[in-house]
């Protein structure tokens, strides 16, 4: 009763939502580059992408859908395409959030630049580790490796609140920096938001091999910013 | 939920040959309890044991504790146990020269009842517990076990050892030789009868065990490797054997 056709599907479904995560890391990548550079062309290659990223999630999730109904996956095998289904929805919001990134810079572009109060490039640093981090736990099936990853966003939580501060503080004491200030606060929140799937994709990580569910850490409580 | 069957150290054997190495598994009253594992794992032997039917072949014998809904089933007669619990099998056993009716009347039949009127309410109620009764009330006496189709065979075998009133049914696959329509009226009959009883299924189909059953044991080699909620079981086994089990990765 051993299914090898099954498993090779697993295998496929993870080689395909693999490759999706490539595009999505990928424009993240090209948006922070874009900001750092002022560079419209990676920006409009950021937009260019996002529709091949969207049409990757539909094919993953019918992919997935196929074999949860063709298969009846049992234990592991159905923690495993549960887990892809929600990684996958993930990803498609990393590469969203990539475009909100590249819209934002093509706004600075387009402005003289400003000395702004706020690292993007270090935030940007910890949160592409995050990503990267949480795609190699899925690779490998590595929970250690993913629960380093929830704990990192607790740092890139700190800075984007310490970037909301600084900047709100820029916008009211220098009024011609305030557009542009703005333009950064969104990135460091699209950032944020970016470090907020990489924990999700980490949590679904833990699921699919531990079997735990260990969204919503208990006794946290939430902060708004 | 009270206890309806307590196994302790079961240990079974066909010759020298040892089928069961001693198992322990508490049934909880008024639940399916599904037993999973594959060929020669030891599951029907196992079951077959909770009502002495093991110890009907004459090279088999039987070691350990039963207690069924208290009673050392091994301390009382075989006939009084298999009053008390019903056994249904692979392939359904009507006894074919017999009228519908006298088949569902017959173990009454033999433990004496005569009365007409309790007959007649037995195999009405039996017929409508195991849900046949619309199908075959109008010709209970005039058809045959035997002419019926296999998913009603299967359902009057329900009904026949429905009549004595048993505690605990014990099922042995019992819809692996029927077609998906009548294997779903089986399914919806577990969830009926375990209103009124206990039930012990066996299944190869690991989707009816995950549907009809609040718990599941998982045999391997004789040994009950691992029992749980069945919602545990499939989706998060606790030993690695059963995971490659249901999984597909062995079997």
Avoid at chain 2, 151 to 180: H, K, W
Avoid at chain 2, 228 to 239: G, Y
Wanted: hydrophobic share 40%.
């Amino acid at each position: 009763m051993t299914r090898t056709r099954f498993h090779q599907e697993l295998d496929e479904l993870k080689h395909r939502i693999l490759a999706m995560a490539g595009m999505a890391e990928q424009a993240v990548d090209l948006a922070v580059q874009a900001y750092s550079q002022r560079d419209m062309a990676m920006c409009q290659r950021v937009l260019n992408n996002e529709p091949a990223i969207n049409r990757a999630e539909r094919e993953v999730d019918e992919f997935a859908v196929d074999l949860l109904a063709m298969q009846q996956p049992m234990a592991i095998d159905l923690r495993f395409i549960l887990a892809v289904i929600k990684i996958n929805a993930d990803l498609e919001r990393v590469g969203d959030q990539a475009v909100n990134i590249a819209q934002r810079v093509m706004n600075m572009i387009e402005q003289s630049p400003k000395e702004l109060p706020v690292d993007i490039p270090a935030m940007a640093t910890k949160v592409r580790k995050m990503v990267r981090d949480a795609l190699q736990s899925f690779i490998e099936g590595d929970t250690d490796l993913a629960r380093r990853v929830l704990e990192a966003d607790d740092e890139v939580d700190r800075m984007n609140k310490e970037a909301f501060a600084n900047l709100s503080r820029c916008m009211q004491t220098k009024p011609d920096s305030a557009v542009q200030a703005l333009d950064a606060l969104s990135i460091a929140r699209n950032l944020e938001r970016v470090a907020d799937h990489a924990t999700n994709i980490a949590e679904d990580v833990i699921f699919w091999v531990r079997g735990a569910d260990v969204r919503h850490r208990a006794g946290q409580t939430a902060t708004r910013i | 939920m009270p206890t309806a069957v307590e196994v302790r150290g079961l240990k079974a054997w066909f010759g020298k040959t040892e089928a069961l190495h001693g198992i322990d598994m508490t049934v909880e009253s008024n639940h399916a309890t599904a037993v999973i594992g594959p060929s020669g794992c030891g599951k029907s032997t196992f079951i077959r044991c909770l009502n002495r039917m093991h110890e009907t072949n004459p090279e088999a014998k039987a070691e350990g504790q039963v207690h069924i809904g208290g009673t050392d089933i091994y301390g009382v007669p075989a006939v009084d146990v298999r009053r008390r619990v019903g056994m249904v099998f692979q392939k359904p056993n009507p006894f074919p020269t017999m009228s519908i009716y006298d088949n569902v009347a017959a173990g009454l039949k033999l433990n004496g009842t005569r009365s007409r009127q309790t007959l007649d309410e037995a195999v009405e109620r039996s017929l409508q517990q195991a849900a046949i009764w619309d199908e075959v009330k109008d010709v209970l006496k005039k058809k045959s076990g035997a002419s019926l189709s296999g998913g009603q065979q299967q359902r009057l075998c329900i009904a026949r050892a429905l009549a004595v009133n048993p505690e605990v049914l014990l099922m042995d696959e019992p819809a692996s030789a029927l077609d998906p329509i009548s294997t779903a009226k089986i399914e919806d009959l577990i969830f009926e009868l375990k209103q009124k009883l206990t039930i012990v299924i066996v299944t190869h189909n690991m989707q009816q065990a995950s549907r009809v059953a609040e718990y599941t044991g998982f045999f391997l080699m004789g040994d009950l490797v691992e029992f749980d909620k069945t919602e545990k079981i499939f989706t998060n086994p606790s030993d690695k054997r059963t995971e490659d089990y249901i999984t597909g990765r062995f079997g």
